[in-house]
C-alpha cells in the first residue's frame, strides 16, 4: 500500500495552512460537483490543472492516478450513449447512441477529472495527520477525527495482519478456486482478521490509557492561520464566485 | 525513617469468571525504589496479566495494591500511579500510533499538561539520550522492528517515570538491539520489572529473580555458574562469548 506520496513537498500549497485548502477545496468541488454547463465543468478543469502545477505535483504520478480514474469514466462512455434517451446521433441494430449520452458523458468527464485534481491539489499535499488535526480545528466532531487518523495508522498493520494469515493458508497449500472451501477459508481469514483488529484496538486503548490520555489529542504544532492563508481563501472564494458566474450566464 | 516500598502487592487474585481458575493466584511482591526484578515463567503463566492488574488496566478480584504505602483503588490513584510507572507493551505496534516518532514521543508528556514547545523539547532530549535523534522524524510504522521497541521505550521515558514495566522485551529483537536494549536498562536508575523468558537478558539486568508458575510468584533460587560445552555449527557467523 502506498499512502502519502504527494503529501511531502515544499511549494506553496504544502505550506499552507490545511484548514485553508480543506475549506476551499470543499467548496469548488460542490460547486464543480453541481455544475451543468461545459463552461464551468472546463474551468473547473483548468483551475484543479493549474492547482497541480502550482504543487509541483511529480507529472508522472499524476498522470498514472489520472488513468486510473478515467478507467472508471471510461465505462459511462460505454453505457450512457447507450441507454440515456435522447436525439439518435446513428444505429446499429438495436442499438443506437444518443447525442444527449454523448454530451452527459463528456460532462461527467470533465468534472470528474476537475474534481480529482482539486482533491489531488488541496488534500493529497497535507498528510493525514495534518488531516486530523485540521479537521478536529474545523471542529469535526473529535471522533470522526480519531477514527480518521487510526485507521491510517492501523490499516497497515490489519493488512499485514490478513497477509500474513493468507500466507499461512498458503504454505499450507491452499489455492483459491470457486468453491465452498475457499469461500470459508476467505470467511475465516476475514473474520480472523476482524477479531485482530478488535485486540489490537483495546491494546492500542490501553497503551493511550497508561500514558495518560484523556480523550484529546494534543498537537505538537502550533496553528498558524497567517496572511497567505488569508490570501489563498479569497482566492479561492473568488474562483468558486467565477464558476458560480459562468454557470449563470450560460444556464 | 524508611521510604515505604514504591510498589507491594498483597494477595492479589484475578480471574475471568468464577468458573475458570484464577490467573492470577493470591499474588504477593514487593519492588524497592531502583530494585530490578526479573520475572521469568512459561506462557500463559499470567505474567502480563500481572502488569495490567497493577497498572488498573484489569480490574483486581481480591487483594490489595499498594503504590509508596498508598492503597490504590480508585480512578484517581491508578492515574498518580500511571505517572510514575511506564509500561512497555510486548507488541510495539500497540503503543505507538502517532504518525512521527516525535509525536509519539510527546505524546505523554503532552498528556500530562506540558506545553507543546516543553513537550517537543523533552521529546528530542529523550530520544537523543537513547541515541534516537535520527528517526525524529520518521513515520512510526515504517520503523524496523527493533527501532520500533526502542522509540516505544522513548514514549514512556519522555514522561519521566520512576519505575518500568518491560513485557518481554526482547522478543524478536536481533542481537545487537537486544544488547543496547541491555546497555539502556543499565544505564537507567529506575526500579524495574522484568518479565522474560530469556533468562540470560535477566541476568544481566536484574538484581533479583523470581518466578512465576501457575498464577503464583515465587523468589527463584540463586543461580550458580557453570560451563558447558558446545559447537558452532554456523562457522561463518560465530557468537561471540561473554555478549550474546
Known amino acids: ?251 | 525513617m524508611l521510604a515505604p516500598p514504591l510498589i507491594k502487592v498483597e494477595d492479589l487474585s484475578f480471574y475471568y469468571s468464577d468458573e475458570s481458575p484464577p490467573v492470577l493466584d493470591s499474588i504477593n511482591l514487593t519492588l524497592q525504589h531502583q530494585q530490578r526484578l526479573g520475572l521469568i515463567g512459561p506462557n500463559g503463566c499470567g505474567k502480563t496479566t500481572l502488569f495490567h492488574c497493577i497498572m488498573g488496566l484489569l480490574k483486581v478480584r481480591s487483594g490489595t495494591i499498594f503504590f509508596r504505602g498508598d492503597k490504590v483503588e480508585d480512578k484517581a490513584g491508578f492515574q498518580r500511579l500511571r505517572r510514575e510507572i511506564g509500561m512497555l507493551f510486548q507488541d510495539a505496534d500497540d503503543q505507538l500510533f502517532s504518525p512521527t516518532v516525535i509525536e509519539d514521543v510527546a505524546f505523554g508528556p503532552l498528556n500530562l499538561g506540558v506545553a507543546p514547545d516543553k513537550a517537543r523539547l523533552v521529546a528530542s532530549d529523550t530520544l537523543a539520550e537513547l541515541g534516537l535523534s535520527h528517526l525524529e522524524n520518521r513515520v512510526t510504522h515504517h520503523l524496523s522492528g527493533g527501532e520500533k521497541k526502542l522509540v516505544s521505550l522513548a514514549t514512556i521515558l519522555s514522561m519521566q517515570p520512576r519505575a518500568l514495566f518491560l513485557d518481554e522485551p526482547t522478543n524478536n529483537l536481533d542481537p545487537r538491539t537486544r544488547l543496547r536494549l541491555i546497555e539502556i536498562t543499565n544505564k537507567l536508575e529506575l526500579a524495574f520489572i522484568i518479565i522474560s523468558h530469556d533468562y540470560d537478558f535477566l541476568a544481566e539486568t536484574c538484581h533479583d529473580l523470581a518466578s512465576m508458575e501457575d498464577g503464583r510468584v515465587s523468589p527463584a533460587l540463586k543461580s550458580s555458574l557453570h560451563t558447558h560445552h558446545h559447537v558452532h555449527p554456523h562457522g561463518a557467523h560465530p557468537h561471540k562469548h561473554g555478549d550474546h
Open chain 1, 1 to 251: 500500500m502506498n499512502f502519502e506520496q504527494f503529501s511531502y513537498g515544499s511549494s506553496f500549497l504544502h505550506q499552507l495552512d490545511t484548514r485553508a485548502k480543506f475549506v476551499s477545496c470543499l467548496i469548488l468541488v460542490m460547486i464543480l460537483a453541481l455544475s451543468r454547463t461545459f463552461a464551468a465543468a472546463a474551468s473547473g478543469l483548468l483551475l484543479g490543472l493549474l492547482l497541480v502545477l502550482l504543487a509541483r505535483l511529480p507529472i508522472r504520478m499524476v498522470v498514472k492516478r489520472l488513468l486510473l480514474v478515467n478507467a472508471f469514466v471510461g465505462f459511462l462512455w460505454v453505457t450512457l450513449p447507450l441507454s440515456y434517451p435522447g436525439d439518435i446521433l446513428f444505429s446499429l441494430g438495436p442499438l443506437s447512441i444518443s447525442l444527449q449520452g454523448l454530451l452527459l458523458a463528456g460532462l461527467i468527464s470533465l468534472k470528474a477529472n476537475g474534481v480529482f485534481l482539486l482533491i489531488m491539489a488541496l488534500i493529497a499535499t497535507s498528510s493525514v495527520a495534518d488531516l486530523g488535526h485540521a479537521l478536529e480545528r474545523l471542529h469535526v466532531p473529535l471522533k470522526l477525527c480519531l477514527l480518521l487518523l487510526f485507521s491510517y495508522r492501523y490499516i497497515f498493520v490489519i493488512s499485514q495482519e490478513y497477509q500474513r494469515l493468507l500466507r499461512a493458508a498458503r504454505v499450507r497449500c491452499f489455492k483459491p478456486t470457486t468453491n465452498m472451501h475457499t469461500y470459508r477459508t476467505f470467511g475465516y481469514l476475514f473474520g480472523m482478521t476482524l477479531i485482530k483488529s478488535l485486540h489490537r484496538g483495546d491494546r492500542v486503548r490501553k497503551a493511550m490509557l497508561l500514558r495518560g490520555f484523556q480523550g484529546r489529542f494534543h498537537s505538537l504544532y502550533q496553528a498558524r492561520f497567517g496572511t497567505s492563508e488569508i490570501c489563498f481563501c479569497a482566492a479561492a472564494m473568488g474562483a468558486a464566485a467565477g464558476l458560480i458566474w459562468v454557470e449563470s450566464l450560460l444556464s
